[in-house]
């Protein structure tokens, strides 16, 4: 069975731009999570769906990012403009019963210059 | 807010040699979490552990939960090379997706 799908898996941009990861989880996982992992800071929970529906978002560092959910295989993290600070790898992580048992994708590493 | 102080940051051994690492807060957890990082690659669940006192193996490693609730240990015996990773500790509290990661050991195995 594929694991949590994401792309890109590298992605670079200049400051500004809008950058969109994507993630496809695990079929039948009615949990999807978005992380963010930096060396100053380790990994950081960003927001996480039930069901398509956004349940706790506190996590997001501010209005420039933004996460959807449209259906129960895909995903999106947007940030919108990019800065430098955004740089990071990002996690996509799916579960079927919630934040114990979750099954991490591959990561995005985003590099905004 | 919650916070995961996890020691050592990082660990050369050799292979053979026994390791241990652990995780402490200030607060309490319901569920603590053990998680293996390859380079590339995201985190990847080794042992969960539900009940203060609890002892869980997974072959070579062992884990317990504290039984204040504040504290977790990862044990690896006859660490081999392919131990090499960052091993992460995970706390579980009251919010179901408010899973807190430690900043991480890195483990280096020498053959």
């Known amino acids: 069975d594929a694991g949590v799908i994401q792309s890109p898996r590298h992605e670079v941009t200049e400051m500004g731009q809008e950058v969109t990861l994507r993630c496809k989880p695990i079929s039948g996982h009615d949990y999807l999570f978005w992380y963010r992992q930096t060396m100053m800071r380790g990994l950081e929970l960003l927001i996480y769906f039930n069901n398509n529906v956004p349940i706790d978002d506190s996590g997001m560092p501010e209005d420039r990012f933004s996460a959807k959910m449209p259906n129960a295989s895909f995903s999106t993290l947007k940030i919108q403009p990019s800065e430098p600070r955004d740089s990071a790898v990002y996690f996509c992580?799916?579960?079927?019963?919630?934040?114990?048992?979750?099954?991490f994708g591959p990561g995005t590493r985003l590099l905004v210059l | 807010g919650q916070q995961l102080n996890q020691s050592p940051q990082s660990m050369f051994i050799q292979e053979g040699e026994d390791v241990s690492m652990n995780c402490t807060s200030s607060s309490i957890f319901n569920t603590w979490l053990w998680y293996k990082q390859e380079p590339g690659e995201g985190p990847v669940l080794l042992i969960a552990?539900?009940?203060?006192?609890e002892l869980t193996s997974n072959g070579r490693l062992t884990a317990q939960f504290g039984i204040t609730r504040k504290d977790s240990f990862l044990n690896i015996s006859a660490s081999i090379p392919s131990d090499v990773g960052i091993y992460f500790c995970?706390?579980?509290?009251?919010?179901?997706?408010?899973?807190?990661f430690g900043k991480g050991t890195k483990l280096s195995v020498k053959p």
């Open positions: 552990l539900y009940k203060a006192g």
């Open positions: 992580a799916s579960s079927p019963t919630g934040a114990e048992t979750q099954y």
């Open positions: 995970a706390g579980l509290g009251g919010s179901q997706g408010n899973l807190i």
